[in-house]
Nanobody, 125 residues
Framework: QVQLVQSGGGLVQPGGSLRLSCAASGFPLDHYNVAWFRQAPEKEREGVASISSGDGGTYYADSVKGRFTVSRDNVKNTVYLQMNSLKPEDTAVYLC??????????????????WGQGTQVTVSS
């Protein structure tokens, strides 16, 4: 079955860290660009980070640059989002996405055709 399965997330205090995982089954994830998005209540889905196939180039939203890191483990067919120095405003449902349409921007949700199930991240004291 072709799918993305997410894990990680949860409740963390401000300044803490979490790591999210996005594991692919049924297809080789390293052949595809992968992006992370987040969506807070009553807000639009926001592009957080992306990692390219091939050279593994990475891209970040300004709001997370220097705090979040996206990476791949091709042996495990998994992409990770390491989140450090978390802030309350990082609270959202986080989703991974792949199967990006050619020539589209990574930060537009409509660029992607396959999505993980989402995982809640809550940053609160």
């Amino acid at each position: 079955q072709v799918q993305l399965v997410q894990s990680g997330g949860g409740l963390v205090q401000p300044g803490g860290s979490l790591r999210l995982s996005c594991a692919a089954s049924g297809f080789p994830l390293d052949h595809y660009n992968v992006a992370w998005f987040r969506q807070a209540p009553e807000k639009e889905r926001e592009g957080v980070a992306s990692i390219s196939s091939g050279d593994g180039g990475t891209y970040y939203a300004d709001s997370v640059k220097g705090r979040f890191t996206v990476s791949r483990d091709n042996v495990k067919n998994t992409v990770y989002l390491q989140m450090n120095s978390l802030k309350p405003e990082d609270t959202a449902v986080y989703l991974c996405a792949t199967d990006q349409a050619y020539g589209t921007a990574w930060y537009f949700p409509q660029s992607f055709g396959k999505w993980g199930q989402g995982t809640q991240v809550t940053v609160s004291s």
